[in-house]
């Protein structure tokens, strides 16, 4: 249950911050991301006050061998830059440039019920399920 507990609070704090910080708007991400037209800097105010908080907390909990909770963690070890990721980061780039939404926005706006939220959120589901397909025909190829 303290596990649940914990999940809620941050996922209710996270998307609070989405809201108040103006993330679940697509005209002001794009804004943001149109650098040669109407470039709106709001944004990175957002990031310069989120990247600091998240480097000390990522460089405390990489010196912690479990959670504050107990549990196990699960902190990216790779450095490697390859073909996936790129990919993976070009396509991220892409949805976010065009609809103005990357997935934390995206749910958090569900809670306002926006139907762009609501299509955007499909469709990342949609590729979500493409790539674990795809991810699994890889593998059955692998151990033949």
Same mark, same amino acid.
């Given at each position: 249950m303290k596990y649940v507990s914990a999940a809620f609070v941050s996922g209710l704090v996270f998307g609070l911050g989405l809201i108040l910080s103006g993330m679940t708007d697509p005209a002001k991400v794009i804004g943001f991301l149109d650098l040669a037209g109407d470039f709106n800097p709001a944004l990175a105010f957002v990031m310069a006050g989120a990247i600091p908080v998240a480097a000390i907390a990522f460089r405390i909990a990489a010196r912690r061998s479990t959670t504050l909770l107990g549990g196990t963690e699960h902190l990216p070890d790779s450095r490697k830059l390859d073909r996936r990721l790129l990919t993976g980061a070009l396509t991220f780039g892409a949805g976010w &440039?065009?609809?103005?939404?990357?997935? &934390?926005? =995206? *749910? =958090? !706006? *569900?809670?306002? &019920? &926006? !139907?762009d939220a609501l299509v955007f959120v499909a469709a990342m589901l949609g590729g979500m399920l493409l790539f674990e397909l795809i991810e699994s025909i890889r593998k059955a190829r692998r151990v033949r």
């Open positions: &440039g065009v609809a103005g939404y990357c997935p &934390g926005p =995206a *749910l =958090a !706006s *569900l809670a306002t &019920g &926006g !139907s």
